[in-house]
């Protein structure tokens, strides 16, 4: 089978978020499926700093009517056979970040129809004919439509999968911008809602296949879709659902040199050496005993901080330790710094983005909180089943998908959960968590090791993937 994967950003290349993650993993587990995947993503500058590339194909890609210059460059994803074409343009690409600075770059809509079509003009290139073309998010939406109207020989006859990482970024532009595609008016519907250009929606309405990354989001997005819940239902029956795997070789706490101690299900007290380690070094109290609740989290409304906000008191009254380690919404950092000041040697704040600092509070917590708003699929609370820190999460997305609640499942059980998105509901789950980590040490235990114990390695999804590649094939 062979796969065309086309992603505007690719671990370690280029990462703001989990479509990095993402788009690195599952190629590389499809191949070791025996897959014939070909990676595409933009040659933005942060990727010719971190990868070793050759030019491997020159040819032109037409854009608002211009035909603009391409050059491929050819590389490979990190530890594996899987080849990665960048594909350059440095007027569109050769910038600081990713998509903008403060806001989105002003022409967005041409550089990811650059992308779009330049990774079908590549097959061209390359004469090779891909059976599945895997899209991901709005920036490359508009495959899937091009596929079928500029009759590319190689691109032609092969099937599109959409995959949908998070509903609330779908790439609206003015209507007047649309000219920058290049598809004729008939061909332009699908993507074309009032008086703008938005690209998810086209995605969804034409891909021969529609993915989201949780099957409890794929389902709570018919209702609530961010306004696109009547496309979506249009394509109910070609709508699925994958969780994420996790990056088991970075994710794991038996060989993760990032940590003070290594530790494993049967052995943990390094966790418990991690634990007196970054209470010291964050200067909160030397207390073994204290439950110590982590959290890391871009500081987004979508991640429950209208929850943490108004209960931070009665959480503290829980006798909790807290530390948090984000970036993001100024009133959120504003009121964890000075939580912090004013509770001192019980609440850290970490306002920066530190993957070190991620895998030694992973490892050092007793608890995660993780009270998502919404939540596609979350990779942190798997991080934390890996770890051996118990998850405290709203029951929604892939949050709910991967966390069983203890007090419903006393067998199956692997973190505490809520359904009501208050802070009553959250100070609950936090309250009964807290209560067994005291009360009861051997269930405790008994809950720790049953998440060490879990299979959350992508193997088990790009399985998944296959079978949905399988059943959209010819
Ligand atoms: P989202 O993609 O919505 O931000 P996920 O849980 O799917 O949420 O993935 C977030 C990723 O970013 C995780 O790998 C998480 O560890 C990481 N992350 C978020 N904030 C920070 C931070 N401040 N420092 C280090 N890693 C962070």
Known sequence: MRVLFIAAEVAPFAKTGGLADVALALPRALASLGADVVVVMPRHRSAVAKAEMHEAARFLVPVGGQPRECVAYKGALPQSKVPVYFLGNDAYFDRPAVYGEGGEYADALERFTFLSRGALELCEALRWSPDIVHANDWHTALVPQLMKHLGLPHSKGARSVLTIHNLAYQGAFPRAQAGAIGLSDAALEPYLRGDQVNLLRGGILTADLVNTVSPTYAREILERGDGLEGELRSRADALHGVLNGID???????????????????????????????????????????????????????????????????????????????????????????????????????????????????????????????????????????????????????????????????????????????????VDAVARAVRTYRDDARAWRDIVQRGMDQDLSWENSARLYRDLYRKVGR
């Open 248 to 426: 088991t070789a970075v994710w794991n706490p038996a060989a993760d040199t990032m940590l003070w101690a290594t530790y494993t299900r049967r052995s943990l007290a390094g966790k418990a050496l991690n634990k007196a380690q970054l209470q010291e070094e964050l200067g909160l109290a030397q207390d073994p005993t204290a439950p110590l609740v982590g959290v890391i989290s871009r500081l987004a409304e979508q991640k429950g901080f209208d929850l943490i906000l108004p209960a931070f008191e009665r959480l503290l009254g829980l006798g909790i330790q807290f530390v948090v380690l984000g970036s993001g919404a100024p009133e959120y950092e504003g009121f964890f710094r000075d939580a912090a000041a004013r509770h001192s040697g019980r609440v850290a704040a970490l306002i920066t983005f530190s993957e070190e600092r991620a895998h030694r509070i992973e490892a050092a917590s007793d608890m995660f909180l993780m009270p998502s708003r919404f939540e596609p699929c979350g990779l942190n609370q798997q991080y934390s089943l890996a770890y051996g820190t118990v998850p405290v999460v709203r029951a929604t997305g892939g949050l709910r998908d991967t966390i069983t609640d203890v007090d419903q499942d006393r067998k199956r059980g692997n973190g505490f959960s809520f359904e009501a998105y208050t802070a009553e509901a959250m």
